[in-house]
DNA sequence: GATATTATCGCAATTCGTTCTCAATAAGGA
DNA sequence: TCCTTATTGAGAACGAATTGCGATAATATC
């Protein structure tokens, strides 16, 4: 299996773009967070390891990362995107909690089924889903 | 069945609210968009009406519409979120076209039982779920 | 390897959605 | 009817995201 880097160099040459340091900065950065990130987040990390990557590049990265399949929109929430990873992981959806924000991620292998169906009955060429479930966590719903 | 406004007044007055004709000319705006709205389109509608609602009062009112369950959260898209009223709907899910941006709302009971299983799986109360799936709808597929 | 072309960069300014401030207003209880 | 105070509208403020621009550096060409 292709490295992250390889992939987005791949496709970076394809797209008849050109390799920086910076753009790969970012993808070493996004790929070195195993957790949903936003945009602050990958800026700071950058800072402590010495590295000058403005946010206008980071910014301008993100659609590139979005669109080689690198990464995808996780969730929108305290007024920003937030992304994740998907490179080399299993498709996972989200469980939340709405008391503590707490995010779980799981897998569950109906939801393909679901596409099928869906894409059928619709005429769509299905690429994916996202399904996000929600409530309230163990330790949440005590309190209620 | 009560109407929406009936919804919201009760909503009101059990916060301890005041009802006022600005919150119920919006919760008439909201119902009177059979489709996804965003604040924006709330605030034109009401305009054309003559009404003169500021977007502060939209803005304030939303998160009381989504906290009484007459609305939700449907997407982000566009820079900002887009709602759909919920009361007296079918539960349903959202099949997008990535390129012309289509949304078909479909049903499918598989997923109550995906919330179940996931419930129990991590010790939640699961009260809802959102299904976003993607893909290329007929029109669009067909120009690859 | 040197040179030319132009994509990309950082910075600052800008745009855009949303929230806040505050004085004026009006809802609802006394 | 009066009083208290939640709510309103208008605009300022805010934060996320985008854009313009001069400087820089990655690639193609020689």
């Given at each position: 299996m292709k490295s992250e880097?390889?992939?987005f160099r791949e496709f970076i040459r394809n797209k008849g773009l050109r390799k920086t340091p910076e753009r790969e900065q970012v993808v070493r950065a996004v790929f070195a967070i195993h957790d949903h990130f936003d945009?602050?987040?990958l800026y700071v990390l950058l800072r402590r390891q010495n590295e000058k990557i403005s946010k206008a590049t980071i910014y301008r990265t993100i659609p590139l990362l979005l669109e080689s399949g690198l990464i995808q929109e996780a969730y929108f929430e305290d007024g920003h995107l937030h992304?994740?990873?998907i490179y080399g992981h299993e498709h996972h959806c989200h469980l939340?909690?709405?008391?503590?924000?707490?995010?779980?991620e799981f897998t569950e292998e109906i939801v393909k089924e679901v596409e099928?169906?869906?894409?059928?009955r619709y005429d769509f060429l299905v690429t994916g889903h996202k399904l996000e479930v929600y409530g309230h966590c163990g330790k949440c719903k005590v309190h209620q």
């Open positions: 880097i390889e992939v945009v602050d987040e992304y994740e990873h939340r909690c709405l008391e503590c924000g707490k995010v779980i099928e169906k869906v894409g059928e």
